[in-house]
């Protein structure tokens, strides 16, 4: 079993910048592919962004391609979400998850075996 754990969520002003982590526990493994999802209220859940296993190839929406950055440290097992230029059709639970074998990047919700239990970023107007 892998356990990840989000940080970093909370409120800003948009136009702001957050920086969420997700740091994996138990059964780690480098070598599979990350994504982090978001939903807000009445929506479905949706990938924001998603990194390889050596971060080499990188996944954006296209509602956040310039303004987000997915970014990874194996050696702590850890993955990053930079968030800048903050709108308030970002604010959302923020999700991190972990596929179980693959090191490919991903958009499909059920391609990934593992979630954390999400962060809430709020960007107010």
């Known amino acids: 079993q892998v356990q990840l754990v989000e940080s970093g969520g909370g409120l800003v002003q948009a136009g702001g910048s957050l920086r969420l982590s997700c740091a994996a526990s138990g059964r780690t493994d480098s070598s599979v592919a990350m994504g982090w999802f978001r939903q807000a209220p009445g929506k479905e859940r949706e990938c924001v962004a998603s990194?390889?296993?050596?971060?080499?190839?990188?996944y954006y929406a296209d509602s956040v391609k310039g303004r987000f950055t997915i970014s990874r440290d194996n050696a702590k097992n850890t993955v990053y979400l930079q968030m800048n230029s903050l709108k308030p059709e970002d604010t959302a639970v923020y999700y991190c998850?972990?596929?179980?074998?693959?090191?490919?990047?991903?958009?499909?919700?059920?391609?990934?075996?593992?979630w954390g239990q999400g962060t809430q970023v709020t960007v107010s107007s």
């Open positions: 998850a972990a596929r179980s074998v693959s090191r490919v990047v991903s958009t499909t919700l059920s391609d990934y075996a593992y």
């Open positions: 990194i390889s296993k050596r971060g080499s190839s990188t």
